[in-house]
């Protein structure tokens, strides 16, 4: 019996319908969340209305402690699969067209646009025009010392791409290491995969090195509150995840006990993390401790999302192989064209966000008014933008990452 437990089992290529669910709400969430930095007392976005408050951003900390860190998570298992299937070769290939290319037109087209109706917002007898300021945006130089962001200008920015350009400078660099590793790394991911699945709790151990970063390193708010370093261990412990079987049958089983755990451990960091001045950099023990709290949530909660969601599909009836074939279900379509969406919806909706903030910020109305008005439009646009702009012809589809 022990030496069933501790086989190695190969993950498989299941399509997991929860994850591109799990994308698409994280996705559509910033929406929400951009639109709410237009209201925030603290935060400089690019448009602010007159009237602020300082109550966003300790409503925001609920989801940013799990979202961006789930979406690296996510995509670290997806990349296993890929290079399974392609090689490290290959998925660098795949990476570039599918992440690299976006990166580079989006910068070229859309990611100067809020930046210009900053300038616009802040001045009104600011004239220029946009192709004019796109010339001064792109008047950049190669910095090395922030990298993977080696462009720098007086106005240039990656603006909210920064998750695209990590996620790319994190693949190649992962695809460089598996060619240099070619599978001598396999016996001590068995003998860890072993471990976590007789031991309960251990799939939580990921945390204390994540903590070790937030505590050590700090924390960037130009990136939804995470050190870069920090999502890059989400990303290759989502890879390492995915490589054995018995991973996401540990994932579910302690899925309770890691969201207890991260629920515990948030209530407790977060008077820390309001009780210091800059919580993000300062290197006192008050602030290094609260990092490392929220670190700690941040894979507790991770995991407990991903495990218990992954136990209620379980818990589903099988489809009886000997029935025939079902067409899709509605369900399944929806998942299908949220699945395929995300990267287009995530590169369109801040400069949509922004450019519908421009105009309803000047409203005379409430601040509940004008942020449901900003929601709801810059939702529709983004969906109808993508919808009828983007998935339908190859050319447009191949500029946004997506396949044919």
Known sequence: MASEQTEARPATAERRPELDAIRALVVVGLVFFHSALVFDAEDDFYVKNP????????????????????????????????????????????????????????????????????????????????????????????????????????????????FVVLLLAFSLMLAAVVRLLAGRAAPTGDRIAAAVTRHRGLVLLPALPIAVVCALVGLEEAFAGWSRWAYLLFFLFGFLLAADGRHREVMRRDAVIAAVVGVAVFAAGMPLFLAVDEPFTEMTPLAMVARAFFGVAGWCWVTGILGLLDRRRRQRPSPDPAQPAQPPSRKARAYAYLGAAVLPLYILHQPIVVAVAYQVVRWDASIPVKYLAIVAASLALTVAAYDLLVRRTAVTRFLFGMRP
């Open 51 to 162: 009237e602020t408050t300082g109550a966003i951003m300790i409503m925001a900390g609920f989801a940013v402690v799990w979202a961006m860190p789930i979406l690296f998570l996510i995509a670290g298992l997806g990349s296993w699969h890929s290079m399974r299937k392609r090689g490290p070769g290959g998925f660098t290939v795949e990476r570039l067209l599918r992440l690299g290319v976006p990166l580079v037109f989006a910068t070229l087209t859309m990611i100067p646009i809020p930046q210009w109706l900053r300038l616009r917002a802040a001045d009104p007898a600011y004239d220029e025009s946009y192709p004019r300021f796109l010339l001064r945006f792109l008047d950049v130089h190669l910095d090395l010392a922030d990298f993977p962001f080696i462009l720098d200008g007086e106005h240039f920015e990656t603006g909210h791409l920064w």
